[in-house]
């Protein structure tokens, strides 16, 4: 007889896991089944995102740029130093360290919780059921659920043009996993994942080109933030190309040859290693049975409604295997929703007021609408801007380069977005979040006290500038 739950979860990442422990906490019987082992076999918690995606690489981009202030930035501050060294292997073990602690706390979690961990594949069957197979795709149990939650995540993207082969072109998982600097290195990808890994190792000491094929730089940003950020790592050394479209990746004598097409023809360049970071896809694939009652869009997306419910009764799916960016607090915040309303809660999902994050230095940071955006749809819009270069904390911490950008309603002053390059970008902008999740004003903003000297007044700055009142730059005259 098949075991039996009220909640069965598919995955365990951000999106897994927390629908798992908010299940639980509701009161309902849950089991997560989870396909990702260790060396030893024993089952691996937290997905991507824990394992080989945003925790280990904030690792390394934070121990990346105390070793490229150490070597460069601090003489202004009047601290000499000499003989700074990077250990690349001490480096990685701190990584695997915070990785390890952090999955071990969600195991820690689902005990004290009660959910029960499976370990093999989880693939959805009519009447929801879900079967398990092991990694030699035996079926070693099949459980009947009164509720579904996919959270399968996704995968890297390959290209035929420069096939992965693990030792001089890899992905973003083997980016993270090098064990000396390259001296030169090429990546394919200027989007998140591309500049964050290129970050890495260019303040460690790589030459690092950043193949694009796209002509714009951060098309998801605001063109103004895009624009000054693409200035910025210029100076930092990156070399970004874009309208570059790879044609050919040849390993000839341990490098890696990368033809690509640009508007003045062809081109080749030579690498030590080569980053694959074109983006990531659904990993739909081999997850649910033809007669399940699942269907996906074109891009492999399971079809979702704004619920999560999909089109099967009782099953769902949140995280990066649905519509929307993929974000893995979007994806936390799916699950906590899709628990709720198993439990019979009125829960829901604001779209509208989902951060982003590109945690390069300086940070890269959004929410809402941007002005390009806004000028297409003909929303009559004002904007303000305040740079850090006017910050009194900013300039004290020798860490100014950047802006705040807020958007506002033209007629009613609501806050419709915020984009930030600069110092802490991913947390200024999340007080815009909350702004804006109570449908606060740009006046709100303006009227509100902020410590100073703090970085957040540079929030409280671009806010008074939206209607021409900022006290520490010049505003624009009116029209």
């Known amino acids: 007889m098949a075991d039996r739950f009220d909640v069965v979860v598919i995955g365990s990442g951000p999106a897994g896991y927390v629908a798992a422990i908010r299940a639980a906490q509701l009161g309902l019987s849950t089991a997560c089944v989870e396909k990702w082992v260790d060396g030893d076999g024993k089952v691996t918690l937290g997905g991507t995102c824990l394992n080989v995606g945003c925790i280990p690489s904030k690792a390394l981009l934070d121990s990346s740029y105390k070793y490229a202030e150490a070597l460069g930035h601090l003489d202004v501050h009047g601290i000499s130093t000499e003989g700074v060294k990077i250990d690349v292997p001490a480096m990685l073990a701190r990584k695997e360290k915070i990785v390890s602690q952090l999955t071990g706390g969600i195991a820690g979690l689902f005990k004290h919780n009660g959910v029960t961990t499976i370990t093999g594949r989880g693939k959805v069957l009519a009447g929801a059921k879900v079967e398990v197979t092991d990694h030699e795709g035996k079926v070693v149990q099949v459980l009947e659920a009164g509720n579904i939650i996919i959270a399968a995540g996704s995968v890297p993207v390959n290209i035929p043009p420069a096939p992965i082969d693990n030792k001089h072109i890899i992905d973003s998982t083997g980016a993270l996993e090098l064990t000396e600097v390259p001296g030169r290195l090429g990546v394919i990808g200027a989007g998140v994942i591309g500049?964050?890994?290129?970050?890495?190792?260019?303040?460690?000491?790589?030459?690092?080109?950043?193949?694009?094929?796209?002509?714009?730089?951060?098309?998801?940003?605001?063109?103004?933030?895009?624009?000054?950020?693409?200035?910025?790592?210029?100076?930092?050394?990156l070399d970004i190309r874009l309208g570059t479209r790879v044609t050919k990746a040849t390993v000839k004598k341990g490098k890696v040859e990368v033809a690509y097409?640009?508007?003045?023809?062809?081109?080749?360049?030579?690498?030590?290693?080569?980053?694959?970071?074109?983006?990531?896809?659904?990993?739909?694939?081999?997850?649910?049975?033809?007669?399940?009652?699942?269907?996906?869009?074109?891009?492999?997306?399971?079809?979702?409604?704004?619920?999560c419910e999909t089109e099967a009764p009782h099953v769902y799916a949140v995280g990066d295997v649905v519509r929307g960016p993929m974000l893995a607090h979007k994806g936390s915040e799916e699950g906590i929703m899709v628990a709720e309303r198993i439990a019979g809660k009125k829960a829901q999902m604001n779209y509208d007021c989902i951060p982003s994050v590109v945690y390069t230095h300086p940070e890269i940071a959004a929410v809402g609408r941007t002005e390009q955006e806004l000028k297409a749809d003909g929303v009559p819009y004002k904007a303000g801007v305040f740079p850090f270069a006017a910050s009194g904390r900013a300039l004290a911490s020798n860490d100014s380069d950047g802006m705040v950008k807020m958007l506002a309603h033209a007629d009613t002053d609501r806050i419709l977005g915020c984009h930030v390059v600069g110092p802490s970008a991913a947390d200024l902008v999340q007080q815009v979040v909350i702004a804006m999740e109570f449908g606060s004003s740009a006046e709100d903003l303006a009227l509100t006290v902020f410590g100073h000297p703090t970085l957040s007044e540079a929030v409280h700055e671009a806010a008074l500038a939206v209607n021409g009142h900022a006290i520490h730059i010049a505003n624009r005259k009116k029209r």
């Open 195 to 237: 500049l964050e890994l290129g970050s890495v190792w260019g303040r460690l000491g790589s030459e690092v080109v950043i193949l694009e094929a796209l002509d714009d730089f951060l098309p998801m940003m605001d063109v103004q933030i895009a624009k000054e950020a693409a200035k910025i790592f210029k100076k930092q050394g």
């Open 261 to 307: 097409s640009t508007t003045e023809g062809e081109q080749v360049e030579s690498f030590d290693k080569l980053i694959v970071a074109v983006g990531r896809k659904p990993r739909s694939e081999e997850l649910f049975a033809s007669d399940s009652g699942l269907t996906l869009d074109e891009r492999g997306y399971i079809f979702v409604n704004d619920f």
